[in-house]
């Protein structure tokens, strides 16, 4: 009887023990200065942009890095480091561009990537047409079906739904189907390209 007791008592006591050194090897272990992975190094990133098309993603930055090796690339904190720095479908804007070295050296540089192209014919004729048109019911203040079209490019990623809705099935504008001229119009914006500089 006695015996059971205190092996009892002698667990307890062990396991009270694992689990102290436990708690207390963990809040004891403050982070250890970590050697300046940059320290000694003068890396310097290339980042050269090229412009996209006004309202598409297909723009580019390439980057290259020097002063180290082993580099990885990324766009923005967000982004997943890879082996190659050329980055495509890049849509307008401002970049930051990480190179990080095979020791964990990491840099970044500001890129912007600009919006390039002027208004084609093709487009500025729908743009009219959408602005005579539908725009009574699509502006910023009245959005009908998510629809605003003073927005220039909301014009060019709706295209598919505008010629479906406007052309295909003729139930837009509300009030009636457009004329075939009208039609045709945007028809012949979308089949060359329908891009804003179309
Ligand atoms: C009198 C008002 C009115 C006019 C004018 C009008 N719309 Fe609409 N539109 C609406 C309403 C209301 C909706 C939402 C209900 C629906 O989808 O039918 C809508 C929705 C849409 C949608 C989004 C729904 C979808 O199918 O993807 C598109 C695209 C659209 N309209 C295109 C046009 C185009 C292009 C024109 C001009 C040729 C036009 N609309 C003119 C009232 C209008």
Redesign the pocket.
């Known amino acids: 009887m006695n015996k059971r007791i205190t092996t009892g008592i002698k667990i307890i006591a062990l396991t009270f023990i694992i689990i102290n050194f436990a708690s207390c090897s963990k809040s004891d272990t403050s982070p250890a200065p970590k050697a300046d992975a940059c320290a000694g190094k003068t890396i310097v990133i290339t980042a050269t942009p090229t412009a996209t098309e006004a309202c598409t993603a297909d723009g580019k930055i390439d980057v290259t890095a020097t002063g180290s090796t082993g580099f990885t690339f990324k766009l923005n904190s967000a982004g997943t480091y890879q082996a190659s720095g050329a980055f495509s479908n890049v849509a307008a804007g401002d970049y930051t561009v990480f190179a990080k070295d095979g020791a964990g050296c990491e840099i970044t540089k500001l890129v912007t990537v600009a919006s390039g192209g002027v208004a084609g014919p093709l487009f500025t004729a729908v743009k009219g047409?959408?602005t005579a048109?539908?725009q009574?019911?699509?502006n910023s203040s009245t959005a009908?079906?998510?629809?605003n079209?003073q927005v220039e490019c909301n014009i060019v990623k709706?295209k598919t739904?505008?010629k479906?809705?406007?052309v295909d099935e003729g139930?837009?504008?509300?009030?009636g189907s457009?004329a075939q001229a009208d039609k045709d119009i945007i028809t012949n914006w979308i089949n060359a390209g329908g891009g804003y500089t179309d």
């Open positions: 047409l959408v048109k539908c009574s019911c699509h009908n079906g998510g629809m079209w709706n739904r505008i479906v809705r406007a139930t837009m504008p509300q009030s457009l």
